[in-house]
């Protein structure tokens, strides 16, 4: 079975294409409705990223490597 996407509108009932595809003249479909975004921020979301970071973010000076690269640092690696 073959499937394709389709952005519609749905008002009081009717479905509109939304886009320049036109609809099939008869098909089983699949509906998902989504949410309209909301305009005020998700009170039940907890902090960003940013804030849980805090006074951490910025510290680093860009020096870190990546001890991956350096053969030595792997020699003992999984014994």
């Known amino acids: 079975m073959s499937y394709r996407t389709l952005e519609v509108e749905l008002e009081n009932g009717r479905v509109r294409p939304r886009g320049g595809e036109p609809l099939p003249p008869k098909a089983h479909a699949l509906l998902t409705i ?4 909301s305009s005020e921020p998700d009170e ?16 680093g000076t860009g020096t870190h490597t990546d001890l991956s690269s350096n053969k030595a640092h792997l020699d003992d690696f999984g014994r």
């Open 34 to 37: 989504l949410s309209p975004p």
């Open 44 to 59: 039940t979301a907890g902090p960003s990223i940013a804030d849980l970071a805090g006074e951490l973010v910025g510290i």
